[in-house]
């Protein structure tokens, strides 16, 4: 009976204990629905108010909604117009450095960097230089250049000198015929070059002239009596001798002048070819023609300058000052971004484009430049179609002089694949279907709008060809129109 008693108060104490959570439990889920209930109930029901909703009147495929709804959409309508349309190929793409002005400067011949004079980013022209290498190969080429050179310039001097032999002795030739004094000519051609046949000529006519001389004196004397008939006949043939070895002399002369020439201008037609190889090897190695190789010192033989084939911006570089090269090491690659290659892949859903000529301009967008649109012209498209992909490769130029675009970025390709048309159109955003159905909304008044069932035609990522159902001039509605479709829907349920 103790038992009972002392037990008694415990079970009191659980039966209060839960009839408290229950309670609490209660209080706990009916402030919760409370809450939802005003947190999603909107401003005019919580005042008791009707829905706008509820406030939507619509006869069959009009409606006018509330002021409220109204200003809160705030719909946008455009008049339909006649407007051209692409029919456009998007494709999607890279941007690429153009391979006609991105190259990677390697060096010609091995040797030690003197000094680097760029870092990558900078600006550089065409023809700065951009690093020194000393070679030996180098000094070799110019040693070369500088020694076949001054063999050309001897050539060119003995050239010089023959052909002002030729003239001297054309003059004096002309001077012999006149049967002239020997110290007459001798004082006329004492300070003319005649080169080593001034001797033999000389001789042979002073020679030709005496005997000439002698045998008329011998013909007077024979004649008149005071010399002997033989000694006349002598004298003649002395003569016909020297006059014989005059001409043969003056031949030998013009044949040997004549050969001379002829051996001269070989020479020299070699000596030409040598120093053009020369230059030529020199010019292979140092990647420019080298003017100046005359002018540079001893010391400056071996050096080497790596110069800028055309202005661009330095992208890389790869060695530092006193390290050593070897033929072939890069140095720099060195791009100009004024013009990017635009990089698409024709695949089987867009084969249409394939038929996009060179010299075509396409359109192209880049995601990191929004609200820009950039036209690119098609420098060709591939013949093969890659394994891999299926597809053939379109490669068009871009003008990038302002510098936005960058190698690498993606960007969409818009290929025309027909021919425009002009045509009654719509912004794509108005265009809604139901039940396979496409239709529009046409503004009747600022707050009254019409289902208007339409046919489509061409369109692309801008326009929407209307065939059926629209006149040009009608206002129709592109933002909110989904908005419209949904309250249609709503009402047409209710």
Do not use: C
Request: glycine share 6%.
């Amino acid at each position: 009976m103790s038992d009972q008693t002392a037990n008694s108060p415990t079970r009191s104490s659980v039966l209060v204990s839960r009839f408290l959570s229950a309670v609490f439990l209660f209080a706990v889920v009916g402030g919760g629905w409370l809450i939802v209930q005003r947190v999603t109930s909107t401003p005019d029901e919580a005042a008791g108010e009707p829905g706008l909703t509820e406030l939507v009147e619509a006869v069959g495929n009009e409606m006018k909604l509330p002021p409220q709804k109204v200003t809160k959409a705030s719909f946008v309508t455009e008049a339909v117009a006649i407007h051209q349309i692409d029919h456009l190929h998007t494709m999607s793409g890279r941007l690429a450095y153009d391979e006609a002005h991105h190259i990677e400067l390697k060096a010609p011949v091995q040797g030690v960097l003197l000094d680097v004079y760029v870092k990558p980013g900078d600006e550089v022209t065409e023809g700065q230089v951009l690093a020194t290498i000393n070679s030996p190969e180098i000094g070799q080429a110019r040693a070369a250049v500088l020694n076949e050179t001054a063999a050309l310039q001897i050539v060119q001097r003995r050239v010089e000198r023959l052909q002002e032999v030729t003239t001297n002795l054309r003059s004096l030739f002309e001077v012999l015929d006149r049967n002239m004094a020997v110290e007459q000519i001798e004082a006329q051609f004492n300070d003319k070059l005649l080169g080593d046949y001034r001797e033999d000529i000389m001789s042979a006519y002073s020679e030709r002239l005496l005997a000439g001389q002698l045998a008329s004196s011998a013909r007077s004397a024979t004649e008149s009596g005071s010399l002997p008939l033989k000694t006349m006949r002598e004298r003649d043939n002395d003569r016909h001798v020297t006059e014989a070895r005059f001409r043969s002399a003056r031949e030998s002369t013009a044949y040997d002048v004549t050969l001379q020439t002829q051996e001269l201008k070989a020479e020299l037609a070699d000596a030409e070819r040598k120093v053009m190889i020369a230059k030529n090897h020199l010019q292979t190695l140092l990647g420019f023609a080298d003017d100046n190789v005359q002018e540079l010192s001893s010391d400056a033989l071996s050096k080497l300058e790596v110069r800028a084939p055309f202005a661009g911006t330095i992208e890389a570089r790869f060695l530092a000052k006193s390290e050593r090269v070897r033929q072939s090491d890069s140095l720099f690659v060195l791009a100009n971004t004024d013009s990017l290659y635009v990089l698409a892949d024709i695949r089987e859903n867009d084969w249409a484009a394939m038929s996009v000529k060179a010299g075509q301009e396409v359109t192209v967008e880049a995601p990191a430049i929004p609200d820009r649109t950039f036209v690119a012209k098609v420098h060709y498209v591939g013949r093969e179609v890659a394994v891999d992909s299926n597809s053939l490769p379109l490669v068009a130029t871009i003008n990038n002089s302002e510098g936005l675009l960058r190698p690498g970025m993606f960007v969409r390709v818009s290929v025309p694949v027909e021919e425009p048309i002009s045509a009654t159109a719509v912004r794509p955003a108005s265009v809604l279907q139901h039940e396979n159905e496409k239709f529009v909304f046409v503004a009747v008044s600022d707050d009254t709008f019409r289902r208007v069932d339409v046919a489509t035609g061409r369109g692309n990522e801008q326009w929407v060809q209307i065939t059926e159902g629209l006149n040009v001039g009608q206002p129709v509605v592109t933002d909110g129109a989904f908005l419209l479709k949904s309250e249609l829907l709503l009402a047409g349920e209710e």
